[in-house]
């Protein structure tokens, strides 16, 4: 069974100029969970040309994960968690467990975390 896609109006074109999975020798940020990429863990790294010039996205495989499986029609760099969250709330939380299963263990955490959110904000309204 495929994700649901969480719908994403995009509306600018960027074009990917390299994309590579290196291993951190420093520690980074990830531009869409913000947390810590450790030295030593594999991350993404995507280089893109738009209107606005070059620009380079840093992102945990959390992510890429999470990317992979939900934004099947297009994303927003630094966005996708916002975006995530907001269609978990407009579901109800209702994702669906062979979905889930396909997500690296960080970026289930994540999920079932927006998803216990939302079924915890349902019950006190």
Known sequence: MECA???VDVDDYCKRLKEEQP????QHKCGECRRVIEIGEKYNIEVT???GGI???K???DCISIRREFFKGG???EGIIDALDEHVN???GDISESCLALLTPGA????CEMIEECWHDENYE
Do not use: E, H, I, W
């Not at 291993?23 to 420093?26: D, G, I, N, Y």
């Not at 289930?108 to 999920?111: D, F, G, I």
């Open 5 to 7: 896609t969480v719908s």
């Open 23 to 26: 291993t951190a020798r420093k």
């Open 49 to 51: 040309a738009s209107d």
């Open 108 to 111: 289930r955490a994540m999920v």
């Open 75 to 77: 994303f927003y760099y």
């Open 55 to 57: 620009k380079q996205y």
């Open 90 to 92: 407009d579901s109800g």
């Open 59 to 61: 992102t945990c495989l």
